[in-house]
T-cell receptor
């Protein structure tokens, strides 16, 4: 599995956009970029994923560079409830093998009022 | 929908005791996973089951066994608990066509004394 690199922590002011970067320079052509978050030791929660195009859903936007070596998760209007550990994961889609998600240390995002 | 349900939520074991962690999902997902998370660290994959009837080792399988009882249920057994197995255990499931989009349970907090 390709590995990812994320900053260990970031701060963001409430109401502002939170931009979380992720480097995945060894990503292969069939690997997707996934983002999960974990709030205060709860089970991780899926946020968004993408292959090469930018993606947006009700929770966040995902911007993937053209060379796919890095991506940014954007929370457009961060709230205190977005304080969590955010994990960037790359994974292929081979369901017959069970799609294993390999979690790194993630980025601790602290949203401050 | 309940999603992914883990039992028990908390457990204290003495060294050498055995126990089984239960996990059930009601989303008709093919793949199921067991992870452990030690304090301040990311999740590590213990075992996974790509589909009913199959199981495979993950990153840290030693000291554990699993059973995919049916499509809904995936159990994790500690035959002889050790203090090093003190951790939070998460079960997850994912559908065959979106293997990376996994749904997690709320975790079992296990302490081995």
């Amino acid at each position: 599995d390709a590995k990812t690199t994320q900053p260990p922590s970031m701060d963001c002011a409430e109401g502002r956009a939170a931009n979380l970067p992720c480097n995945h320079s060894t990503i292969s052509g069939n690997e997707y970029v996934y983002w999960y978050r974990q709030i205060h030791s709860q089970g991780p929660q899926y946020i968004i994923h993408g292959l090469k195009n930018n993606e947006t859903n009700e929770m966040a936007s995902l911007i993937i560079t053209e060379d796919r070596k890095s991506s940014t998760l954007i929370l457009p209007h961060a709230t205190l409830r977005d304080t969590a550990v955010y994990y960037c994961i790359v994974s292929d889609l081979y369901p017959e093998y069970g799609n294993k998600l390999v979690f790194g240390a993630g980025t601790i995002l602290r949203v401050k009022s | 929908n309940a999603g992914v349900t883990q039992t028990p939520k908390f457990q204290v074991l003495k060294t050498g005791q055995s126990m089984t962690l239960q996990c059930a999902q009601d989303m008709n997902h093919n793949s199921m996973y067991w992870y452990r998370q030690d304090p301040g660290m990311g999740l590590r994959l213990i075992y996974y089951s790509a589909s009913e009837g199959t199981t495979d080792k993950g990153e840290v399988p030693n000291g554990y066994n699993v059973s995919r009882l049916n499509k809904r249920e995936f159990s994790l057994r500690l035959e002889s608990a050790a203090p090093s197995q003190t951790s939070v255990y998460f079960c997850a499931s994912s559908p065959i066509d979106r293997g990376g989009k996994a749904f997690f349970g709320q975790g079992t907090r296990l302490t081995v004394v």
